[in-house]
């Protein structure tokens, strides 16, 4: 009697993979049970994509019999293999009679005897493993050089400084299409950075160093490790893979030592692809106290013996407390002592107060802690110290207090909100807050609460409130009234400012005044803002409005208000008394005039507002549009022959002001408003645009709807993907954010003609506040190193080339006075002299770091180069977009980094790379000279909003005579 078919699913299993040069061949088994009558039953192999959807078949034939099984082999011409083009993965199963399961990996499976990956002419295929062991195939395609997959089988080491990999390639395709490319191993992350180093082939065996040493960052989270291939103009990534398709999760870890903090390095596979990831090391102490002495502070630790042996790997004989100050990445070293009992490790430190009392004491200092190993003279382990206040015997409650100089300091140590040991170095304490504001009798009174105590000091302080002008450095110092109050910890006062004195202060049309409280003692000096401590903050609002007369022709108008920290400060205008008297008549009425007004900052006639002020003017003559602008900006001689120009503070300007439907601005409408807006009804209905003064997406700025009573009614983008964004941190709704690209775009491409010169343009950064911290700096190191080095003088000169050096305003003047450069072909670019635009046409390279101009480069197809030697300091606090969405171009991260892609970018004809243009969707939705038309055309077609008005009367239409 026959046997019949099984009515259940084959068993099958994968047990070899040959590659020949025009054939694969899959051997399987399969079960006895499952085909009974193996010369007669047809036994398949068949691909499936994930939609289920059969995409390849083959036949088997039987090769042997054995005890349980049935041996099968499936031999597969490559080139019959068709695929869909943008599918990838392919699920493979055996089938017999039209049952049919997933192919699993046999625990034999032949490693030595089979290839994990196989090319045909047109595909890269790589042979893989579910979570179910069942195999399938994922698919790299030709046609798409930068999906194709490369295979290396691999080793990993580190030997203290440098990451040693070993591994085996068998990719016949680089050699066909990249015959002359560069390679490389690298370490990426998905945001676009990579460690890297070249990658010596010989044969089919690969190996590469990568020194850690030479980069300043290594974030924490998850790397692929990858071979790049750099060919021409383009930079391709191919995964790395284990060749052994039963390896699992295998982890490899090492530690490696860093400026900042030490990281651990743990290397896996998964799925047979080879991934690292890197988190920060910490180690948590079993106790800690901090005795503080009149000169030092003796801190000791108790930290379990195992885990802390284990990290220090041996290297116990010279560790250090290492203080870490945060915003300048400065260390204290301080030599401990190491004693053991009992599985406990004690350390023991004298920390002396006078390290403190170095630098700048403007500001309060923060100290991270670290227990650290040294590995060379300038290489740490950095571990970072944490405290388990649950399970931890804590004693920080002791303060140090001293009197430097003319101030009085403290410095304590405490635990973070993450419970890592940290030490505060910072003035003692001076509590001072406005609860409240009025005028009175022709002052301005403002009342509030102060408090400053010295323990075990007798001496006695004044109090007085300083005024500034912000502009003039101007100042009028005011006494302060002390109410004694039966609350000892708190002392109630009240100034009143005499509204003539702050008119003293004020000679320009607008001004600022900042409010600060001033303490004097016999040794002692401190200034310090006054402001509220509870605050909505809103740029467009104020406190409190009041007027004061100049003379018998003007009269100043003066705004209460706070800055975004909630310091209070006072904004002037000056108005003669007639212009005055009819804004304050017409400032609760509407017009219907279709009047347009755009600006930028006050002093500035090149951006985006003045580009789509010129062609509305060029195009569209019968549109009522002006152009505000500060008289004495250097900029305004470029509007000299231009009518509609309205000088910032003259009567036509605030008459157009009053009676404008359309306020269109780069920055803050107030830069160029001659009032407060907020007061005026005819501004609360007005339509505001944001033009931008740049792409969006790297750092945060204040432009966000919840700032303003009256926000911007439509938003200007460049891309979808920015208007997400802003949609999504900023808080505007769909309608009122427009994809249309900037105005300065237009201009930007016509006439560009660039010359054989690199534009360097660093951004700022806003931890720098004076000239001791930037010549203290990594930022002012790294510039003017690479600026006097004997290397770039020598390419420049190699080459032909000439650099010219566009410093932020905030460095510029001290650049011009104080540093000087050693050949004529590095140019420094006054602010003012040659407008931003036209030193993006003219130049064919840009280095910059975190700038957004270097998006309008980008737009030109030139190339960029990003010198990220703070990334991590610089990101501290987040990034709104991805960088890979707004960095295109190269990314470096040491001097010699720098030195390498710069000639290699001068070598390749200075051209920008065609995979960056492949991705400039990301920044630009639309790559024309049409922007200022869409621009325009979404603001013609958006409504105007009539706003309720929060001001009492309801008056219409009135002529205005200024």
Not at 251 to 274: C, L, M, Q, T, W
Not at 342 to 371: C, M, P, R
Not at 488 to 508: A, Q, V, Y
Not at 549 to 570: I, Q, R, W
Request: with cysteine.
């Amino acid at each position: 009697m026959s046997q019949a078919i099984p009515d259940i699913p084959p068993e099958a299993y994968l047990t070899k993979v040959l590659d020949h040069p025009n054939q694969v061949e899959f051997y399987v088994n399969i079960t006895k049970e499952s085909v009974p009558k193996p010369k007669k039953t047809t036994v398949l192999l068949e691909f499936y994509n994930r939609k289920k959807e059969k995409v390849f078949q083959e036949t088997g034939q039987m090769m042997e019999k054995n005890a349980n099984h049935n041996l099968y082999i499936f031999t597969i011409n490559k080139d019959d293999i068709q695929l869909e083009k943008k599918k990838r993965n392919y699920d493979l199963f055996v089938v017999v009679e039209g049952k049919s399961s997933s192919l699993n990996l046999n625990e034999d499976f032949q490693v030595d005897h089979s290839n994990s990956f196989f090319e045909s002419k047109d595909f890269m295929f790589f042979l893989s493993k579910s979570k179910e062991n069942s195999t399938f195939l994922r698919a790299g395609y030709k046609h798409k050089i930068n999906t194709v997959y490369d295979i290396p089988n691999h080793s990993i080491d580190f030997n203290g400084k440098e990451i040693l990999v070993e591994g085996e390639i068998h990719h016949r395709f680089f050699k066909e299409k990249f015959p002359e490319a560069t390679y490389f191993f690298t370490i990426k992350k998905k945001n676009g950075m990579y460690l890297k180093a070249p990658l010596i082939v010989d044969g089919d065996i690969f190996t590469a160093k990568i020194d850690t040493e030479v980069y300043p960052i290594f974030p924490k989270g998850k790397w692929e490790l990858s071979i790049m291939v750099v060919h021409e103009n383009d930079e391709y990534f191919y995964p790395c893979y284990v060749k052994d398709l039963r390896e699992k999760n295998e982890i490899f870890e090492f530690h490696v030592p860093r400026y900042k903090d030490a990281v651990r390095v743990k290397v896996e596979s998964s799925n047979g692809k080879v991934s690292a990831k890197t988190s920060l090391i910490h180690l948590v102490a079993h106790s800690v106290s901090a005795d503080f002495g009149e000169g030092e502070v003796k801190l000791s630790l108790g930290f379990p013996l195992p885990p802390l042996m284990e990290l220090l790997n041996g290297k116990e004989d010279e560790l250090y407390i290492r203080l870490r100050e945060r915003d300048s990445n400065e260390f204290i070293n301080i030599p401990v002592e190491l004693s053991k009992d009992n599985n406990i490790a004690f350390i023991h430190a004298s920390v002396d107060y006078k390290q403190f009392l170095t630098g700048s004491l403007e500001w309060s200092k923060k100290w991270d802690g670290y227990l650290s190993s040294k590995v060379k003279e300038s290489s740490f382990y950095n571990i970072r110290i944490k405290v388990n206040e649950d399970e931890t015997v804590v004693d920080l409650e002791g303060q140090y207090k001293t009197h430097h100089i003319d101030e009085y300091y403290f410095g304590e140590f405490h635990t973070t909100i993450y419970s890592n040991l940290s030490f505060k170095f910072a003035k003692m304490p001076f509590y001072r807050d406005a609860s409240s504001y009025h005028i009175e009798n022709n002052d301005l009174v403002i009342q509030g609460n102060a408090l400053f105590e010295i323990p075990n000091s007798k001496e006695t302080f004044d109090m007085n409130i300083l005024l500034v002008n912000r502009t003039s450095e101007e100042s009028t110092e005011l006494p302060i009234e002390l109410i004694g109050t039966e609350d000892p910890d708190n002392n109630e006062f009240i100034t009143r400012i005499p509204i003539p004195e702050l008119g003293k202060l004020i000679t320009e049309f607008k001004e600022i005044i900042d409010v600060f409280f001033i303490l004097k003692g016999d040794n002692f000096y401190r200034k310090v803002k006054l402001g509220l401590k509870e605050f909505d903050y809103f740029k467009d609002d104020v406190l409190l409005s009041f007027e004061g007369t100049m003379n018998d022709d003007k009269v100043a108008e003066y705004h209460l208000t706070t800055t975004p920290k909630g310091n209070l400060k006072v904004e002037s205008f000056i108005y003669e008394k007639d212009i005055y008297n009819e804004i304050q008549d017409f400032k609760l009425k509407e017009t219907d005039d279709d009047i347009w007004i755009v600006g930028e900052r006050p002093d500035t006639a090149q951006d985006n507002g003045y580009q789509f002020f010129r062609f509305v003017r060029d195009n569209y003559p019968d549109i009522e549009i002006y152009y505000a602008i500060d008289p004495k900006a250097r900029d305004k001689e470029r509007l000299d022959n231009l009518d509609h120009v309205l000088d910032i503070g003259s009567r036509r300007h605030i008459e157009k002001s009053l009676r404008a439907s359309k306020l269109i601005g780069t920055h803050d409408l107030e830069y160029f408003l001659p009032f407060k807006g907020i007061k005026v009804k005819n501004y609360q209905k007005a339509h505001k645009v944001f033009l931008q003064h740049g792409v969006l997406g790297r750092k945060n700025v204040e432009y966000h709807k919840v700032f303003y009573k009256y926000p911007f009614d439509l938003f200007i983008v460049s891309s979808k993907h920015e208007k997400k964004m802003v949609e999504k941190e900023f808080g505007y709704l769909d309608d009122e954010v427009v994809v249309t690209g900037l105005a300065r775009f237009d201009k930007l491409q016509e006439n560009h003609h660039p010359k054989r010169e690199i534009l360097l343009i660093p951004t700022w950064r806003e931890w720098i506040t004076n000239e001791e911290k930037l010549l203290n700096s990594l930022y002012y190191e790294k510039y003017i190193g690479f600026l006097q080095s004997d290397k770039l003088q020598g390419m420049l000169e190699e080459y032909d080339l000439k650099l010219n050096f566009y410093p932020h305003y905030r460095l510029q003047e001290y650049i011009a006075e104080n540093v000087k450069f050693r050949t004529s072909r590095i140019e420094l670019v006054e602010l003012g002299t040659r407008t931003v635009q036209d030193l993006l046409k003219d130049n064919s390279i840009m280095i910059t770091d975190f700038s957004s101009v270097s998006f309008d480069f980008t737009l030109l197809g030139k190339p960029v180069i990003y010198y990220h030697f703070d990334q991590d300091v610089f990101f501290a606090n987040g990034i709104l977009r991805p960088i890979e969405e707004t960095f295109l171009g190269d990314i470096v991260y040491t001097e010699d980094d720098l030195f390498i892609k710069l000639e290699e970018v001068i070598r390749q004809g200075m051209k920008e790379r065609n995979d960056v243009a492949l991705r400039k969707e990301l920044i630009f939705t639309y790559i024309d000279t049409n922007n200022n038309e869409r621009i325009l055309k979404n603001i013609m077609e958006a409504p105007i909003k009539r706003v309720e008005s929060q001001l009492s009367g309801e008056q219409k239409e009135t002529p205005l005579h200024l």
